[in-house]
């Protein structure tokens, strides 16, 4: 069965360090988000890229945050200068496009991110 | 107002039993709805889609009421597996774009 993964898996980075987290959507999807989840609160929203360009984002995706497609299979968040409170789980998704508003999004295993 | 919310629960039952849970959600536009069951410390993944009629998946039922703006959620017979938080999903479809904006979800823990 087709999956988004993500890597890695957990990523340890010292406060004001650049990290990017990687995520291959599945091949034939044309939507894809990253959404982060803070330990014990709610899944939130980051941004969505669609036709290789954001398409919308959210109050948290600010200057610091960038989405990139690089290449065919490839989508990546960057964070240019790691705060502590961007520790998260960062949570990938892709979504088909096609099927109308009831088709679901598919989520990746996620990237723990601690700022230390 | 929170864009969806949720009963945080703990819903705490013995196995066999029917739990019920509902979600409100603000935006009158929303266009769909789900149930996502996320386990500790994994990834979200989807329960059902909710139609505006009502339908059942084996032993969950989902229904969306759009008048008064709520999902609810039923599990009828209650495994031990079904321990997991249950994450309300509501999709705001505009200009072609599909973002989805989560409840905080609801906990149930299945005992023996």
């Known amino acids: 069965e087709p999956e988004v993964t993500q890597t890695p898996s957990h990523q340890v980075t010292q406060m004001g360090q650049e990290v990017i987290l990687r995520c291959v959507p599945i091949?034939?999807?044309?939507?894809f988000y990253w959404y982060r989840q803070i330990l014990g609160q709610k899944v939130e929203f980051l941004v969505s890229?669609?036709?290789?360009?954001?398409?919308?984002k959210s109050e948290i995706f600010d200057d610091q945050f960038s989405v990139e497609r690089p290449d065919g299979s490839n989508f990546t968040l960057k964070i240019r200068s790691t705060k502590l409170e961007d520790s998260a789980m960062y949570f990938c998704?892709?979504?088909?496009?096609?099927?109308?508003?009831?088709?679901?999004?598919?989520f990746g295993q996620g990237t723990r991110l601690t700022v230390v | 107002r929170k864009e969806v919310e949720q009963d945080p629960g703990p819903f705490n039952v013995p196995e066999g039993a029917t739990v019920a849970f509902n979600c409100t959600y603000s935006?009158?536009?929303?266009?769909?709805f789900f149930w996502y069951r996320q386990d500790c410390r994994k990834e979200p993944k989807l329960l059902m889609s909710?139609?505006?009629s009502g339908n059942e998946d084996g032993r969950f039922t989902a229904q969306l009421n759009r008048a008064s703006q709520y999902i609810s959620l039923l599990i009828r017979d209650s495994k031990l597996s079904d321990s997991a938080t249950y994450l309300c999903?509501?999709?705001?479809?505009?200009?072609?774009?599909?973002?989805?904006?989560f409840g905080a979800g609801t906990t149930v823990t299945v005992r023996a």
């Open positions: 890229f669609y036709n290789n360009e954001i398409s919308e």
């Open positions: 999903v509501v999709n705001n479809y505009f200009s072609n774009d599909y973002k989805l904006s």
């Open positions: 909710v139609y505006s």
């Open positions: 935006n009158s536009a929303s266009q769909s």
């Open positions: 091949s034939n999807h044309l939507y």
């Open positions: 998704a892709s979504s088909p496009g096609t099927g109308g508003v009831n088709t679901e999004a598919f």
